[in-house]
């Protein structure tokens, strides 16, 4: 049976627009299908909040170490100290711990400034243009340039990176599976050979940025090898970056699209502008996640069998009226929106929430002080900018119409 897990045939949503917007089928899910087991792929489906919940921090359950995954990744590069995520506590505890510590409230306070920084330059490109694509522009520059000045690699190589990355999470579909692998082989190969003389020059000269700290971080009072930094770090690149760029990307097609007249509430109230982050990663987060069966369960009804896969739909999760009340409903005035699940649950949450938290809310706030009102182009239609993505369907360009403040 094939590795990979391919969602759109288990949802069997053909067209780009309805895999952009499969909120309908969520529902119908949720309301006549919440544990459903698609026979094909040999995979358990669950839908509703507390199932999500649980599959993705139960991991007595529903284990991380699993062989075949929704992630697309060539399995054989990451089966090493490297890898936090497919991995269960209390292993997977001490692993993370080698990575965390980047990820501290005091980092992060650190790199604010660099942070803040970046983003200026990127809105100051938009300099004397009305019309912008603010994917091209905002949301895809920005996290690959964080993420490749926090790991320390160099700035003038973002565009190589980017491309790397997102070869090698690309998803898989039916009809390209072997010209996919063969892609993502090729990319894995580049990347690598890219980063390794970086982390051997790092690790003889230590300086301030996370690939040295890998390079000097010990697991049982051993160092983590070159080649384990070096996936190390094309793992931080692999979850944070297409993520991020998402996020960015859907904020501003839900101030344009799903509820305009929120970006006026932002110009009045700046301090809205993290509500309006994490509604977004609420309501538009179209992400699922994979576990596999641990143990022999009826934990949710039917029997599932240890060793099958569960996936988790985090996206249809987030709009569970037992959980969020009006919930196909875009509310920054929400007081629970932070309960998604879109940066997952339970041991495995995601690592770098506060960090993409704070590029989005860094980067709206300076845009929402900017720029007086945004608009749509006339004639946007949406399925005319969408690119497959391992998060479901993403935005590849999303123009905008805007005024600077006068
Ligand atoms: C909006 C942006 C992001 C979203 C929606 C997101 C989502 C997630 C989710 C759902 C998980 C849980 C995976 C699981 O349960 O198996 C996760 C884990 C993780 N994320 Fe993120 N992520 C984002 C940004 C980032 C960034 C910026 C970084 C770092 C640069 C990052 C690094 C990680 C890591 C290392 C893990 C694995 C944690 C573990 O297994 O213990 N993520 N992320």
Same mark, same amino acid.
């Given at each position: 049976?094939?590795?990979?897990?391919?969602?759109?045939?288990?949802?069997?949503?053909?067209?780009?627009?309805?895999?952009?917007?499969p909120?309908?089928?969520?529902?119908?899910?949720?309301?006549?299908?919440?544990?459903?087991?698609?026979?094909?792929?040999?995979?358990?489906?669950?839908?509703?909040?507390?199932?999500?919940?649980?599959?993705?921090?139960?991991?007595?359950?529903f284990?991380?170490?699993?062989?075949?995954?929704?992630?697309?990744?060539?399995?054989?590069?990451?089966?090493?100290?490297?890898?936090?995520n497919?991995?269960?506590?209390?292993?997977?505890?001490?692993?993370?711990?080698?990575q965390?510590?980047?990820f501290?409230?005091?980092s !992060?306070?650190?790199?604010?400034?660099?942070? @803040?920084?970046? /983003? =200026?330059?990127? +809105?100051? $490109? #938009?300099?004397g243009?009305?019309?912008?694509?603010?994917?091209?522009?905002?949301?895809?520059?920005?996290?690959?340039?964080?993420?490749?000045?926090?790991?320390?690699?160099?700035f003038k190589?973002?565009?190589?990176?980017?491309?790397?990355?997102?070869?090698?999470?690309?998803?898989?579909?039916?009809?390209?599976?072997?010209?996919?692998?063969?892609?993502?082989?090729?990319?894995?190969?580049?990347?690598?050979?890219?980063? !390794?003389?970086?982390?051997?020059?790092?690790? @003889?000269?230590? /300086? =301030?940025?996370? +690939?040295? $700290? #890998?390079?000097?971080?010990?697991?049982?009072?051993?160092?983590?090898?070159?080649?384990?930094?070096?996936?190390?770090?094309?793992?931080?690149?692999?979850?944070?970056?297409?993520?991020?760029?998402?996020?960015?990307?859907?904020?501003?097609?839900?101030?344009?699209?799903?509820?305009?007249?929120?970006?006026?509430?932002?110009?009045?109230?700046?301090?809205?502008?993290?509500?309006?982050?994490?509604?977004?990663?609420?309501?538009?987060?179209?992400?699922?996640?994979?576990?596999?069966?641990?143990? =022999?369960?009826?934990?949710?009804?039917?029997?599932?069998k240890?060793?099958?896969?569960?996936?988790?739909?985090?996206?249809?999760?987030?709009?569970?009226?037992?959980?969020?009340?009006?919930?196909?409903?875009?509310?920054?005035?929400?007081?629970?929106?932070?309960h998604?699940?879109?940066?997952?649950?339970?041991?495995?949450?995601?690592?770098?929430?506060p960090?993409?938290?704070?590029?989005?809310?860094?980067?709206?706030?300076?845009?929402?002080?900017?720029?007086?009102?945004?608009?749509?182009?006339?004639?946007?239609?949406?399925?005319?900018?969408?690119?497959?993505s391992?998060?479901?369907?993403?935005?590849?360009?999303?123009?905008?119409?805007?005024?600077?403040?006068?």
């Amino acid at each position: 049976m094939n590795q990979n897990i391919i969602l759109n045939e288990i949802s069997k949503l053909k067209s780009k627009q309805s895999q952009w917007e499969p909120f309908t089928w969520y529902k119908d899910m949720r309301e006549n299908n919440p544990v459903y087991y698609d026979a094909e792929q040999d995979v358990w489906n669950v839908f509703l909040y507390e199932h999500t919940k649980r599959v993705l921090s139960d991991h007595e359950l529903f284990s991380n170490k699993k062989q075949r995954s929704l992630i697309p990744v060539p399995r054989e590069h990451f089966d090493n100290r490297s890898n936090i995520n497919l991995v269960d506590p209390p292993e997977h505890r001490k692993r993370r711990a080698l990575q965390s510590q980047a990820f501290t409230p005091r980092s !992060l306070k650190e790199w604010e400034p660099r942070i @803040k920084a970046i /983003v =200026d330059e990127l +809105i100051a $490109d #938009l300099e004397g243009e009305s019309t912008v694509d603010i994917v091209e522009k905002l949301a895809i520059p920005l996290p690959v340039t964080v993420i490749a000045e926090l790991l320390g690699v160099p700035f003038k190589d973002r565009g190589l990176i980017s491309s790397w990355s997102d070869i090698i999470f690309l998803p898989y579909n039916q009809e390209a599976y072997v010209d996919i692998d063969k892609q993502k082989g090729q990319a894995m190969k580049e990347f690598h050979d890219y980063l !390794l003389p970086i982390v051997q020059e790092k690790r @003889k000269r230590a /300086v =301030d940025d996370i +690939i040295s $700290d #890998l390079t000097k971080a010990e697991l049982d009072g051993e160092q983590l090898t070159d080649e384990e930094v070096v996936m190390s770090a094309i793992g931080l690149l692999g979850a944070g970056n297409e993520t991020t760029t998402k996020l960015i990307s859907n904020i501003f097609y839900c101030m344009l699209f799903d509820k305009p007249g929120v970006y006026q509430e932002l110009r009045t109230d700046v301090s809205l502008v993290p509500n309006l982050i994490e509604e977004v990663l609420r309501f538009r987060f179209t992400a699922s996640m994979d576990r596999r069966v641990a143990q =022999d369960t009826s934990v949710f009804g039917p029997k599932m069998k240890e060793g099958q896969v569960v996936v988790a739909w985090l996206g249809a999760a987030n709009r569970d009226e037992s959980e969020f009340a009006h919930a196909e409903e875009l509310d920054i005035h929400r007081p629970n929106s932070q309960h998604h699940l879109s940066f997952g649950n339970g041991p495995h949450f995601c690592l770098g929430a506060p960090l993409a938290r704070m590029e989005a809310r860094i980067a709206l706030t300076a845009f929402v002080n900017q720029f007086a009102d945004i608009q749509p182009v006339k004639g946007f239609d949406v399925t005319e900018h969408l690119t497959d993505s391992v998060l479901g369907q993403s935005l590849k360009n999303l123009p905008i119409l805007f005024d600077r403040n006068r």
